[in-house]
């Protein structure tokens, strides 16, 4: 079969003359792993690829049966960038992950070229507050989300909680913020509007705890100097495990915040992350 044939004509023809190995291919530009369990890549950007800050893609490898094995990833850098960021866990037995975690640059992979999701600013109701929550690869819309100029645009302050098993496991979101601190964009904004919550769960560090528990006994809300959280001001987005997400939800909604979606903006809004 001409896998060319599923790429956009412009495209394809500003291909080098070896015809891609793979339909809907990328190639990959840059690979840094952090732990035994995670990793970030960078691949090409198809030049046809519109997307909204927080959505997400159907990206992967070659099955061993000859089918695309695809996962949905979110994309990890804002709208504006040249290639598109992507952060992965890596599960040794995963059918995806097991070989994901092994790509070098120069390797395609397959990318289709559909952004979707929940975890955009046109899902929100207006608001000064925005609460970006997190566990584990579940940081990665907000790697994009961080950095677009329409977050500073929208609220006066920003918050980003992170919360993984071991320290190691922060780096990723330490970097995601010292680079939005220089982004030339929304540096100066997020100088003065970002804050970054970190906590661990498995391991000593300055703040530990799950964030819903923190949440739960208002240790987030002395810490940060806020009293709590209201409909009126206060948004949120949400991306992990299934127990955040459940938990947050009924978090949030104990606060008064109801869920949005595209079609109806409302308080908060929900995706599950990528989980392998
Ligand atoms: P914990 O260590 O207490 O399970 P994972 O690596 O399994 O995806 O987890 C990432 C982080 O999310 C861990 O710190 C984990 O804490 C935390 N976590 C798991 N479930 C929940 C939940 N229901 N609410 C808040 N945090 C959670």
């Known amino acids: ?17 070896r015809a891609p190995a793979l339909p809907d291919a ?6 840094q792993h952090y732990t035994d369990r995670l990793f970030r890549f960078r691949v090409t ?6 997307f909204r ?18 996962r949905a990833y979110s994309i990890a850098c804002p709208a504006w960038d040249e290639e598109l960021e992507f952060y992965s866990i890596k599960v040794q037995d995963g059918p995806l992950t097991s070989k994901l975690q092994h790509i070098q640059p120069g390797d395609e992979i397959i990318l289709r070229p ?6 955009v600013h046109d899902a929100l109701l207006p608001g000064n507050r925005i609460w970006f929550f997190s566990t584990g690869t579940g940081i990665a819309p907000f790697a994009s989300l961080l950095r677009e100029p329409e977050t500073y645009e929208n609220y ?25 601190l220089e982004d030339p964009l929304v540096g100066e904004e997020a100088a003065q509007k970002l804050v970054y919550y970190p906590t661990t769960t498995r391991e000593q560090s300055p703040k530990m705890g799950r ?3 923190l949440l739960r006994d208002g240790t987030v809300f002395r810490d940060l100097g806020i009293d709590g959280m209201d409909a009126g001001h206060d948004r949120a987005m949400v991306c992990g495990s299934m127990g955040l997400n459940t938990d947050m939800k009924e978090i949030l909604e104990g606060f008064g915040l109801r869920e949005g979606a595209n079609s109806e903006p409302a ?3 929900v995706e599950k992350a990528f989980v392998g």
């Open 1 to 17: 079969m001409d896998m060319t044939e599923q790429r956009p004509v412009n495209e394809a023809s500003a291909q080098p003359a």
């Open 53 to 70: 800050s927080g959505e997400f893609v159907m990206i992967g490898l070659m099955g061993d049966n000859g089918k695309p094995l695809l």
């Open 267 to 269: 308080e908060y809004v």
């Open 114 to 119: 559909k952004p979707v999701g929940t975890l």
């Open 45 to 50: 950007r198809p030049r046809t690829l519109r």
């Open 211 to 213: 964030i819903t528990d």
């Open 26 to 31: 990328q190639t990959v530009t840059e690979v």
């Open 156 to 180: 006066d302050q920003v918050i980003l909680t992170h919360t993984c098993r071991e320290v190691a496991e922060l780096k990723y979101g330490e970097e995601l913020v010292q680079k939005t």
